[in-house]
């Protein structure tokens, strides 16, 4: 991996994209000051300037590059990366969870959000831009009512640039096993393991309904859709969501 610092941008995902024909695979932005960042469903990702890592992976399908991956499985991504979080946070003696489908989370805290950005070529991916935002030395919030980060948890200014080449050293371990079909069930296993409120009984809202209910988390299914085990409702079916189509109540 070849990563490139930036003093100030509007956002790594952004830039990436902006700068993508001419970036090789394998390439990472990261930011010290990131004005402008990006998160789920429009969201805006709040970081205080030189406290934090906000990064994008550059990754390109092809000869010289990933094994070809069809765009379906481009789910495969987000439980990479993902994993990748979770190790690097238990390295840290921190038990985290994977809140459905790519937020990380310690306890009912964010700690880190993910975003990913591809583009096609046919049937397949052609890129991918793996967009990062991860709380590590911030120690106040005041635009979030549940954010923590990994000073906040453990009591130590901790460096950005180690901390970046420990998470680049983890992907990289995890990355040949997204490209053999036969051992992404270790990228999948772990990240199922990790999932938030598995097995815990919580409220949800359906908004494919706009209904709330209390449910519990039973996995996610192999098309990607977190299926959680209605409660409430007659027979207790297993309903099935894709993203945006439910919420969680914490």
């Not at 959000?113 to 991860?134: H, K, W």
């Not at 992907?171 to 772990?190: H, K, M, T, V, Y």
């Amino acid at each position: 991996m070849n990563t490139i610092w930036l003093d100030t941008i509007d956002s790594t995902n952004t830039e990436a994209l902006r700068r993508l024909p001419e970036l090789e695979s394998g390439t990472v932005l990261a930011a010290r000051e990131q004005t402008a960042g990006r998160g789920q469903r429009g969201n805006t990702w709040f970081t205080e300037p030189g406290k934090n890592l906000t990064f994008s992976i550059v990754l390109k399908y092809g000869p010289g590059a990933v094994a070809p991956m069809p765009a379906a499985d481009s789910i495969w991504l987000n439980y990479l990366m993902s994993v990748t979080i979770v190790d690097f946070l238990q390295s840290h003696a921190i038990w985290c969870k994977v809140k459905w489908p790519n937020d990380v989370y310690v306890g009912k805290n964010k700690i880190c959000g993910i975003l990913i950005e591809n583009t096609f070529d046919g049937s397949g991916l052609a890129a991918s831009v793996i967009g990062v935002g991860l709380n590590i030395n911030q120690k106040e919030f005041p635009q979030l009512a549940n954010a923590t980060s990994l000073w906040s948890l453990t009591g130590k200014e901790h460096n950005l640039e180690k901390c970046l080449e420990k998470l680049m050293s983890g992907f990289e371990g995890w990355l040949p096993c997204l490209e053999d079909p036969a051992r992404r069930n270790s990228i999948f296993s772990s990240y199922s393991t990790h999932l938030f409120n598995l097995d815990v009984n919580a409220r949800y809202h359906d908004y494919l309904t706009d209904r709330e209910y209390t449910g519990k988390i039973k996995g996610v299914a192999p098309d990607g859709r977190l299926m959680i085990w209605d409660l409430e409702a007659p027979g207790k079916p297993l309903r099935y969501y894709r993203f945006k189509e439910v919420g969680y109540i914490i």
